[in-house]
C-alpha cells in the first residue's frame, strides 16, 4: 500500500519560507499527476500546486509566485518551496495525486505563518 509522508512544517513569520517534503514508498511521483493540498481550520481541503509526470507545474492564483512545486524521481520525493509567506498560507498540509483516485491521505504538516 502506499504511504504519503509530509514534513518540513513549521512555525514561521509573515515573509518567511518553508520548504515541504513529501516522502512515498513507492515509485509513483513520476507516473501520476501529484499535488500539494491544504485545509484550513474551518475550510474545505484545497489544491495548491500541482505538477505532472512530464514536469509541467499548475498553481493556485493563491500561490502563484511564491510557492514552487518539484520531485526528485530517484528520491521518491516531491518538494513544495513557500516564499513570502502570509498568515493566510496557515492550513495543514498534504500530498496526493492531483486528480482522480487518491491514495490513503498521510498525517500533513502544520504551517503556521504567524508574527
Known amino acids: 500500500q502506499v504511504q504519503l509522508v509530509e514534513s518540513g512544517g513549521g512555525l514561521v513569520q509573515p515573509g518567511g519560507s518553508l520548504r515541504l517534503s513529501c516522502a512515498a514508498s513507492?515509485?509513483?511521483?513520476?507516473?501520476?499527476?501529484m499535488g500539494w493540498f491544504r485545509q484550513a481550520p474551518g475550510k474545505e481541503r484545497e489544491l495548491v500546486a500541482g505538477?505532472?509526470?512530464?514536469?509541467?507545474?499548475n498553481y493556485a492564483d493563491s500561490v502563484k509566485g511564491r510557492f514552487t512545486i518539484s520531485r526528485d524521481n530517484v528520491k521518491n520525493t516531491m518538494y513544495l518551496q513557500m516564499n513570502n509567506l502570509k498568515p493566510e498560507d496557515t492550513a495543514v498540509y498534504y500530498c496526493?495525486?492531483?486528480?482522480?483516485?487518491?491514495?490513503?491521505w498521510g498525517r500533513g504538516t502544520q504551517v503556521t505563518v504567524s508574527s
Open positions: 496526493n495525486t492531483g486528480v482522480g483516485q487518491k491514495f490513503p
Open positions: 513507492g515509485s509513483i511521483l513520476s507516473i501520476n499527476y
Open positions: 505538477i505532472s509526470p512530464s514536469g509541467r507545474t
